[in-house]
């Protein structure tokens, strides 16, 4: 079933209009070569206005006369090409209905292909689904028809190992953050960035150290010399308790550290009335 034009014949193109278009541009030229150069003044410019009207005028009867054969041209056109849109109706109409057929169908094929893999990730390797839940991981990719289960599984698989091994080097590393090390990896699946977080807490604990260490060694003399500075602010010294995880000491050494807050080690003789 194809579409087929009887007329105009596919070798049969319309005449080319004929009108007096050399006739009428030649006398246009000479016509307005007159007003080339011309200059209006006060007095004349009524006559400029005069001019103008005559030239709207005519580009106007052009205009109208062009509106009007193109009209004339396209009236067959016009027909074919509403009676070529509602046999397109017709057929997206049809095409439509078994168009939602189709999705509803791949939807379905979807969602128990998907299935599948979950299944087999939570039943192959329920210890790592445990830490690492499937929707972190799942590959819009794995549901295309020519995915194939096989090659999935592969690559399930093969990550599981993979996140195996980076915990087992996480631990080995005998850093006191392991758990903040760890945590990092679980959020990015990336043991590059783990080791990097890895390496900035011990940094920040290291700086803590030094920190305390040049307090406690500093002369007495030199520390009301700066709480003399009257343009200094005020500050206020308490001593206090803490109870923390490690991880929440580091934390609070790095914050310390990171504000400027000076501190140090509570006298012995002054601990039993903290």
Same mark, same amino acid.
């Given at each position: 079933?194809? !579409? ?5 014949? %596919? ?19 000479? %016509? ?14 009524? *006559? ?25 041209? +396209? ?21 439509? *209905? ?11 094929? *979807?969602?128990?292909? !998907? ?17 690492? &839940? ?14 194939? !289960? ?16 980076? !915990? ?17 990896? +679980? ?32 002369? &007495?003399?030199?520390? &009301? ?6 343009? %200094? ?15 929440q000491l580091a934390i609070l050494k790095e914050c310390l550290i990171t504000n ?15």
């Amino acid at each position: 079933m194809q !579409l087929e034009v009887y007329s105009p014949a %596919a070798d049969s193109r319309p005449a080319p209009i004929q009108w007096n278009y050399e006739q009428l541009k030649s006398g246009l030229q000479d %016509a307005l070569a007159t007003y080339e150069g011309r200059v209006y003044t006060e007095e004349t410019i009524g *006559a400029a206005k005069k001019d103008r009207a005559g030239l709207n005028k005519l580009v106007k009867a052009i205009e109208d006369k062009r509106r009007e054969l193109k009209t004339w041209c +396209l009236e067959p056109y016009q027909q074919f090409e509403q009676q070529t849109g509602e046999l397109v109706a017709m057929v997206k109409k049809q095409s439509s *209905a078994i168009d939602e057929q189709v999705k509803t169908f791949e939807n379905k094929r *979807a969602e128990e292909k !998907l299935d599948k893999i979950r299944a087999y990730y939570d039943t192959h390797h329920s210890d790592i689904s445990l830490i690492v &839940p499937y929707d972190r991981i799942h590959n819009p990719r794995w549901l295309n028809v020519t995915y194939d !289960l096989k090659k999935i599984f592969g690559e399930l698989d093969e990550l599981s190992d993979r996140v195996h091994k980076d !915990l087992a080097l996480i631990e080995k590393n005998g850093t006191p953050y392991v758990t903040q090390v760890r945590d990092k990896y +679980l959020q990015t699946l990336s043991v590059g960035t783990a080791l990097t977080e890895k390496v900035r807490l011990e940094e920040a604990d290291r700086r803590m150290k030094q920190f305390e260490e040049v307090q406690k060694n500093a002369a &007495p003399s030199q520390q &009301p010399e700066a709480l003399e500075d009257k343009s %200094a602010p005020e500050v206020i010294e308490m001593d206090f308790r803490v109870w923390a995880t490690p991880e929440q000491l580091a934390i609070l050494k790095e914050c310390l550290i990171t504000n400027h807050i000076k501190y140090g080690r509570v006298p012995a003789a002054q601990k039993g009335s903290v």
